[in-house]
């Protein structure tokens, strides 16, 4: 157990933490466990490659932990309904592929490394989450939050071909370089 790793584990203590405050109506308050999650996983990521520990741990519950609090505080959004529930179902259905296929590649030890679609989805996706936030009342600012989650949308969409084309070119040549 290091630092970074104790961040990502209370990151996803988090989710839930958030999920209670925005369902109890408490917007403010669950912005602000959003956002605390948001700096907690900047600083992790900083500090594990600063401080050289990485883990495969860190691989596999970091990304973990952003999917959670992702996915739970869009369905916040769906559930107060800011957000279409299409667009949680897109996301839900990309990240179960994703699941799988990385559940494939390592079978085939495989490792896809993040591509630059992937994280500017995410940074999409986030911009578009406070936009759309119910913590101000200005319409202009949640209209362009819904455009910005969709652009979020095409963009996590694109990174999943990019990486499934990816797996599959390095699968195929690790194939033909055992022959």
């Not at 596999?60 to 299409?86: G, R």
């Not at 667009?87 to 896809?112: I, Q, S």
């Amino acid at each position: 157990m290091n630092l970074p790793n104790a961040l990502t584990i209370f990151r996803i203590l988090l989710v839930p933490v958030f999920a209670s405050l925005y369902m109890d109506g408490h917007t403010i308050a669950s912005l602000v466990v959003y956002l605390l999650a948001g700096v907690t996983d900047m600083l992790d990521g900083y500090l594990a490659r600063k401080w050289n520990q990485i883990t495969d741990f860190g691989k596999l519950c970091d990304p973990l932990a952003d999917k959670l609090m992702q996915l739970t505080m869009l369905t916040c959004l769906v559930t107060s309904k800011i957000v279409p529930a299409w667009a949680l179902a897109l996301l839900v259905a990309k990240e179960l592929v994703m699941v799988v296929g990385a559940a494939y590649m390592l079978g085939n030890k495989v490792v896809v490394y993040a591509n630059m679609y992937g994280k500017t989805a995410t940074v999409l996706t986030i911009v578009s989450i406070i936009m759309l936030y119910p913590w101000h009342d200005i319409a202009l600012l949640k209209e362009t939050g819904i455009v910005v989650l969709y652009i979020a949308l095409a963009v996590s969409i694109l990174a999943m071909i990019i990486y499934i084309v990816s797996a599959y070119r390095d699968i195929r040549d690790k194939e033909h370089h055992n022959y």
